[in-house]
């Protein structure tokens, strides 16, 4: 099983951006999917998570300009980042909740990051 992200990259303050982040491999379910970033010197964080028929959540820091969304039928998960400050210039991270074909047991996993950069 592999996630693998996509959409970083530069951006001026007041931009926006949108991550994608396709899990792929033997999948049985995929449970919960979202995003963590870490920023320099820091701890890595929650973005935002998306469990099925359950809810969303989102860090305090990024309610009303960041979006979470699923594409259940592409293993797909999708960040919609808008009006980008400097302080979410971060690697970005997606994580997901996978049960495996292999396995009666769920896990993490992890993506490689993706770098955003937010800066005049």
């Known amino acids: 099983v592999q996630l693998v992200e996509s959409g970083g990259g530069l951006v001026q303050p007041g931009g926006s951006l949108n991550l994608s982040c396709a899990a792929s491999?033997?999948?049985?379910?995929?449970?919960?999917m979202g995003w963590y970033r870490q920023a320099p010197g820091k701890q890595r964080e929650l973005v935002a998570t998306s469990t099925p028929g359950i809810s969303t959540k989102y860090a305090d820091s990024v309610k009303g300009r960041f979006t979470i969304s699923r594409d259940n039928a592409k293993n797909t998960v999708y960040l919609q980042m808008n009006s980008l400050k400097p302080e979410d210039t971060a690697v970005y991270y997606c994580n997901a909740d996978i049960r495996p074909q292999s396995s009666y047991f769920s896990r993490d996993y992890w993506g490689q990051g993706t770098q955003v950069t937010v800066s005049s």
């Open positions: 491999g033997s999948i049985y379910r995929i449970n919960a």
